[in-house]
């Protein structure tokens, strides 16, 4: 099926590993212009110089997302240098489990702010684009209490919340949707740490799963490439859960 994605641009923060890097791959297979952004300029650079070699249209820019001047310009220069903004995908994550002061600070700034912080520069562009869409990833640590209870878990829901409220206010001009991954493993990522480091909360993790297995990063980007596709024209204020059947609790 031609998800009608070519051609059009799309924002990715924190595109250089796991689930991000998996949205821009995605994306541009597609045949979206990706401009994507993360933290390291190595990593955005070796990202860059990677999938340009296999043929994607994608750009890459080094930007602590927690700088509001610095977000804002990225999105801006993305906007002129492509003529426009079609989609919006806000992935980072400060992964800042606790619940000291530095945790909410850090989770406020990185999770929360943001995807706001995007969402607002780019929201001109997503409204002159006419099929304009915002994915915001989330965690199913917002949707049920777990290891991840305090900062983390508190932002994650409030990312629901808030994409809801979006896709409200911003009806018929802008679709706005978010995703929640469940437990999700990725070479050198958080799990990986867990699996070396806390054995025994990883098969804990691992246990809770009636998959027997946790998410491969592909498998969570399917779901916001679709939904950031035209053709899911009537799907907005969606929460979608990809977890393997990992939450049991019934969303009515």
């Not at 991954?181 to 054995?199: D, F, K």
Request: charge should be negative.
């Amino acid at each position: 099926m031609d998800l009608q994605l070519a051609g059009r641009t799309a924002l990715v923060t924190g595109g250089t590993k796991g689930i991000g890097r998996a949205v821009v791959e995605g994306l541009a297979a597609e045949g979206t212009t990706v401009a994507f952004c993360a933290r390291t300029e190595a990593d955005v650079r070796a990202t860059e110089e990677e999938l340009r070699g296999a043929g994607h249209d994608v750009s890459g820019t080094a930007v602590d997302v927690a700088d509001p001047e610095a977000l804002t310009a990225w999105v801006e220069g993305a906007a002129q240098r492509h003529g426009g903004i079609d989609v919006v995908v806000a992935n980072v994550s400060a992964l800042a489990i606790g619940t000291e002061p530095d945790h909410w600070r850090a989770s406020f700034e990185v999770d929360l702010m943001h995807t706001v912080r995007t969402v607002d520069a780019a929201l001109p562009y997503l409204v002159a684009s006419g099929v304009g869409s915002v994915v915001a990833v989330s965690s199913v640590s917002g949707r049920e209490v777990d290891f991840a209870a305090g900062a983390y878990g508190v932002m994650k829901g409030a990312l629901v919340h808030y994409t809801s409220g979006l896709a409200f206010q911003q009806a018929g001009k802008v679709r706005a949707n978010a995703v929640s991954p469940g437990n999700t493993y990725v070479e050198g990522g958080v799990w990986n740490g867990i699996e070396q480091g806390n054995p025994d909360l990883y098969a804990t993790a691992l246990g809770l799963n009636p998959t027997g297995r946790m998410a491969r990063p592909e498998e969570i980007a399917y779901g916001v490439v679709m939904l950031a596709s035209p053709r899911a024209s009537f799907i907005t204020g969606t929460h979608l859960v990809i977890d393997g059947a990992l939450t049991r609790g019934v969303q009515l």
